[in-house]
């Protein structure tokens, strides 16, 4: 008579365990979203939004001072290309929306695909840096042996805090041949 | 009481024994049977995982490469690690649960004893697949045990996803395990057993094991990403495909800083029964000794980053870390603040677990406290993969977990064979341990603070006189281990015969039971008053 409760308490018990080690398991695989959103609100981890600003308004320029821009690029192992910026530094005052170029050169005996990740640093700067147009945004192919200039226009936002005075921006160009594979008519539009 | 408790263990002993030959071990659902096993593993583990060790401290002897190549030196850094952690420690210490909670709370058995059975039994099969990559082409894991993508998915040898499967079968165990656990000790106490009575071993058993399911999925989760990253083409970690080789580290070391202390809480437990033993006093703020447990295991979830100082973290989130990390000296101070009050002005003897036990707590105390400057995100900066961190993890693990885990069996050994073991071999044995532990990673604090990186085969020439003495001081924790092999031997094999209680001062359950232990124990539970 006293086994009874005993085997329910037992089963009670290891059916939360179960639901715990499950819910742990879910839990290791919601952290990728999560992190991802916990970056994009507090803008730590050096990423840039990756669609277009819409918000520029004429006028706002805080020619009061100016913040120095350095720009760096760099190929993935796997990505044969020549990747450089076209400009190393320039000065902007924030609210002025400026225009520059990166150069890559496809050193490949066939066409490729590119993908550019950007990242900025210091982190928490990344959210003031605003792209008004980039190559970033679109896969980039390119030919084998073709030259592309491509172009980047950004603005500083004016809320930059004061005590940021030079900010990185840091393009590495990957190999994305594997995921460009779906929309091959990019690179056919292009030579046509 | 224990005279009733006698006469059915001495019927049970008599007509249901254990099964002859292999098919008791295959078959076996007995906790004692199954604490045994997994004792012998990681004993063998432990012996394998430490030629490993032996190997690249040879290396290490002299700077320039003589013995090895960088690519084994790396497959060696790795496997030792790996082996270790998931071989020797977890399953000694599940080896002492499963031999010992039941008979601490008057229990049969373990609750769910098939699974028990089952549990082991996917070790041998995990590391056997583990230690066969060593074979494969392209070499074993040579990414180093913490296995940071993209180093373990797009830059690993082929045999990763054997590896994988490893860790998968690992976690699968361990999560049986402390189901088990949790299991008997919530629902199989003896009447009268109330949380707050039970040994300390039990406690810090019950938070490490709830420790163990809430991390191991996630290891699980962090090694599935990986697999699909490597075979179907997904991005966790693949910043080609945005996703984030960070994202990585912060998944993995919310897994690895509560398994830290997965593999010390238990150890706590062992050293808090020995102690009041040979000091022949209760043992001091036994309340105290539950909470700090419980809230080391809870800030254990909060502080993973400090492993990443270096990722290059906003300077909030550095100060959290390194706050939260410090706090945990707070409850692990009130636990060697505990076990020193109860031996003060008690009636010490040193019997050899309590020499363990004695080494264990100014040894670990040591490793808590480089732990501290580790902790110190600036000088972090300067640590951070260096000989530093290496002698921070062995002071704790070695004489924290590994001594716990010795001074543990030298404890209950003769209770589970009857026979006292020998006791000058023993006490030569800790010493030899404890020079030569002292030996091999002391001088690795001064090496890492000077400067020299870990895991590299090869070193600056200031380094090499350390690094000799290291290497001698290795080889004679190596050898001494075997000392221990013949101890046990010896001792299961006969020896001066023991009284049920062994220890004057033991207090518990198990210690009301004969030596040897029967192989059924507790099947009426024990009034507990």
Known sequence: MEEQPKQAELARTIRRSVLIVCGMFFFGFALVPLYDVF???????????????????????????????QFVASTNAEMPWEFRPGEFELVVHPGEVRDTVYLARNLAERDMVGQAVPSVSPGLAAKYLHKVECFCFQQQPLAAGAEAELPLRFMIDPEIPEDIHTLTLSYTLFNADRAAVRNKTVLAQQRN | MSAVVDHH???????????SGFRRWLFTTNHKDIGTMYLWFSFIMFLYGGSMAMILRAELFQPGLQLIEPEFFNQMTTMHGLIMVFGAVMPAFVGLANWLIPMMVGAPDMALPRMNNWSFWLLPFAFSMLISTMFMEGGGPNFGWTFYAPLSTTYAPPS??????????????????????????LNLRAPGMTLMKMP???WTWLITAYLLIAVMPVLAGAVTMMLMDIHFGTSFFNAAGGGDPVLFQHVFWFFGHPEVYIMILPGF????QIIPTFSRKPLFGYTSMVYATASIAFLSFIVWAHHMFTVGMPLAAELFFMYATMLIAVPTGVKVFNWVTTMWRGSLSFETPMLFSIAFIVLFTIGGLSGLMLAIAPSDFQYHDTYFVVAHFHYVLIPGAIFAIMAGV????????????????????????????????????????????RRIPDYALQFADFNMISTVGAFLFGVSQFILLVIVIQCIKGGRKVSAQ????????????????????????????
Request: hydrophobic share 45%; net charge negative; aromatic share 14%.
């Open chain 2, 200 to 202: 300390l071993f039990v």
């Open chain 2, 160 to 185: 990763v996803t054997f590896f994988i499967f490893a860790v998968h079968l690992m976690g699968i165990s361990s999560i049986m395990g402390s189901i088990n656990i949790i299991a008997t000790i």
């Open chain 2, 269 to 272: 437990g062992v050293v808090s």
């Open chain 2, 502 to 529: 062994v220890w004057d001062g033991a207090e518990g359950l198990e210690w009301t039971l004969p030596s040897p232990a029967p192989y059924h124990s507790f099947t009426t539970p024990p009034e507990v008053r």
């Open chain 2, 9 to 19: 263990a001495a019927d049970d002993h008599h007509h249901h024994g254990p099964q």
């Open chain 1, 39 to 69: 970056c994009e609100v507090t803008g730590i981890n050096g990423k840039t939004s990756g669609e277009r600003y819409e918000g520029v308004t004429a006028g706002k320029v805080d020619e009061s001072r100016t913040v120095r821009l």
């Open chain 2, 410 to 453: 030298y404890y209950w050994l003769p209770k589970w064979t009857g026979h006292m073991y020998n006791v000058p071999l023993s006490r030569l044995h800790f010493w030899l341990s404890f020079i030569g532990l002292n030996v091999a990673f002391f001088p690795m604090h001064f090496v890492g603070l000077a400067g020299m990186p």
